[in-house]
């Protein structure tokens, strides 16, 4: 069906089960899809925007209560909003990281905490992933000690996921953010694989910055995403702005440097907000999530030749799996050649993964329901028995 | 009417005459409403992002074609969308200024302009306007001159608004990339109020970046803009990442760095690209804009004690007023003090104007029919003569 012009209307999410790596987070509630209808236009949350002209100062809609809100939902001191977690990275570093500074972040970060540490000019000093792709507190200490010999100061920064996404694995968060106390070094949190779908406690994890990504995981349209911090940095990444018109004297009041004065005017933040009640009620429901994607891992884990990447049991809905030794070899004599794994999944009602993928994918149960879990799970054994593929 | 929990419908565009400041040019049109609800999860437009995994290369939806059809719009060589205006200013800041260097801005620069300078350790220095709070190619001329000798080089970047948000007015921009041209200093056009309301070239301004933003004059949702530059300056600003994991030796393809990677995956950028048609068609009826923004200019300017401190005749629908002489007189006797302006105009279904505001205010006329315009224009003399002020 076409929307307009050449753009055809989407119905992913109305037509299939999905299980994109990176999309089910982000769906929209039906909350969130009526907000943005109603905030669509340009500046639609500036209508009652008064002094001192702030974002996160706005009353209608209720704006300075939801930053409040979201810096208490990951238990941290302040919070704003910013355009997707990759700013909130670039924030952070372009605060704390002076260029040829060292940043430690992991063997499995993702491509936008690397580019935040290239844009402030940093040095990236990996902490290597262990022989099950975990990053452990006692891999994070060598790194620091290596990393503060090596330029002979501490590292500015580390960063850390909490899950990563490479293979959806658990990393030791609290471990890490221990040993970087230790070095004095503050801890950012990359929780655009958590906060929004599990429970979140910055505090307790230890760590001085929590990123979050509003279209990965808090059901908000992109870009949108968090930035929360204790009040000890808030001074720091929140500063405002000190510059002044050398000709007309002019000041800039509270605006701050790093989020470039306002960030999500309308539909981005609207949406953020109005999926937030039920985002923080999804994410007491994390362990019938794991349970479906247990389910579904243990499925493929069943078919002769397939292998499980992620660490098993699944503590996270984001799973790498390969099957070179099963789908793959499928594909290398079906008419369809690698099509015919997403072919058969698309006749069972299933997309998202990506086309032509028989060796090593990843896929996302986040959201199914436990019948949709168990359709997924059954349809990966049907397929490969219709392929003479033994399954366990 | 409530849209959930405590955040009310928002009626605003669909109940009054909105004269609102920022507001008319980022209303989006009934396509960009479409695509806002057909695009509204998260990385909505990814369904279909292959190698090499960038936004700008994803061809269904065809955002590849909508990139090229961007650049070609402004007139200028390579295009990309990011979040909101501000953000291109960014890029072209952290790109070609080193901390400590002078940036030549305007007496009239608004404040995003002087954060992204700030956020990069420039130093401001300000073109002044002339009496008419105009930025003349003169005065850029012996500001670059006088800013050269101060720093002993010439600054590594001029910014200049083609209209200001102060006053709406008309800067001379091409004198100015002119004379930027003889110190060999790169301008950067700032086409938040003309990129997306009136045509746009920037080969023939002589400019050497053009940002615009979606949400204040592209139809579009919030944060959303383009940064467009020539063929010679590409390479830098979309510079593509150069950094590298130090143990896993990744490296991450064609990311940009200052761009973070990819900017708007869902609906901004649907919004954007289903308004474009619209927009490309309605920057050609700048004329009839310039027409009603003249009469109700004029019929304020007819109410004695009245200024308009823009330039006149408007050559913008951004429009200053003083009303001190008028209705703030008014204001001082009546019970309802300052709203009493607002309240009237309420009652005459028009609203957007700061609340209480009766000395020095901004109104937009952009985007109302002839007869919206004429009722404006006619509401305003109404109100001053139930008042007894006289009107010419």
Redesign the interface.
């Known amino acids: 069906m076409r929307?307009?012009?050449?753009?055809?209307?989407?119905?992913?999410?109305e037509t299939l089960i999905n299980l994109?790596p990176?999309?089910s987070?982000?769906?929209?509630t039906a909350?969130?899809?009526?907000?943005?209808?109603?905030?669509?236009?340009?500046?639609?949350v500036?209508?009652a925007c008064?002094k001192p002209f702030r974002l996160d100062h706005i009353k209608?809609?209720?704006l300075d209560a939801f930053h409040r809100d979201l810096a208490a939902f990951v238990n941290m001191d302040v919070a704003r909003v910013v355009?997707?977690a990759?700013?909130g990275f670039?924030a952070v570093t372009?605060t704390l990281v002076e260029p040829g500074q060292p940043v430690v972040l992991t063997?499995l970060?993702h491509?936008?905490a690397?580019?935040?540490?290239?844009?402030a000019g940093g040095v990236?000093?990996?902490?290597?992933a262990d022989g099950d792709h975990r990053i452990t507190g006692e891999a994070a200490a060598a790194t620091l000690e290596a990393v503060t010999r090596e330029f002979g100061s501490a590292p500015p920064l580390l960063m850390v996921d909490h899950f990563d996404y490479q293979f959806g694995n658990e990393h030791q968060v609290r471990e890490i953010a221990k040993a970087a106390r230790q070095y004095d070094v503050p801890v950012l949190y990359n929780g655009a694989y958590s906060v929004g779908i599990l429970p979140v406690d910055g505090k307790a994890l230890g760590v001085d910055f929590v990123v979050g990504s509003?279209?990965?995981s808090m059901?908000?349209?992109?870009?949108s995403g968090i930035l929360a911090t204790t009040g000890e940095y808030a001074g720091e990444v929140f500063r405002t702005?000190?510059?002044?018109?050398?000709?007309?004297g002019?000041t800039?009041g509270v605006?701050e440097?790093?989020m470039?004065?306002c960030?999500?005017?309308?539909?981005?933040v609207?949406?953020l907000?109005?999926s937030f009640?039920h985002v923080r009620e999804r994410v007491t429901r994390w362990e019938p999530e794991l349970e479906n994607a247990r389910l579904v891992s243990d499925a493929l884990a069943s078919i002769e030749g397939t292998t499980i990447l992620s660490e098993v049991p699944r503590n996270h809905t984001l799973t790498r799996t390969d099957t070179t030794g099963s789908f793959d070899g499928v594909a290398r004599r079906h008419k369809k050649k690698g099509y015919f794994l997403t072919s058969a999944l698309k006749d069972r009602g299933i997309g998202g993964l990506f086309?032509g993928a028989t060796r090593v994918w990843k896929y996302n149960t986040y959201g199914l329901t436990r019948r949709q879990a168990e359709h997924v799970a059954s349809a990966f054994r049907e397929i490969a028995r219709e392929n003479s593929i033994a399954v366990r």
């Not at 059901?219 to 870009?223: D, I, V």
């Not at 702005?241 to 007309?248: E, K, L, P």
């Open positions: 929307l307009c012009g050449e753009i055809e209307v989407r119905d992913r999410e994109d990176i999309q987070g982000g769906r929209l909350d969130a899809m009526k907000a943005v209808i109603a905030y669509g236009d340009g500046y639609s500036c209508d008064g209608k809609p209720p355009p997707g990759r700013r670039q372009h063997a970060s491509y936008t690397f580019l935040a540490v290239e844009s990236p000093r990996e902490i290597p509003g279209h990965k059901a908000a349209p992109a870009p702005t000190g510059i002044r018109g050398d000709r007309t002019r800039f605006k440097v790093e470039m004065g960030t999500l005017m309308g539909a981005t609207m949406g907000l109005a009640p086309p």
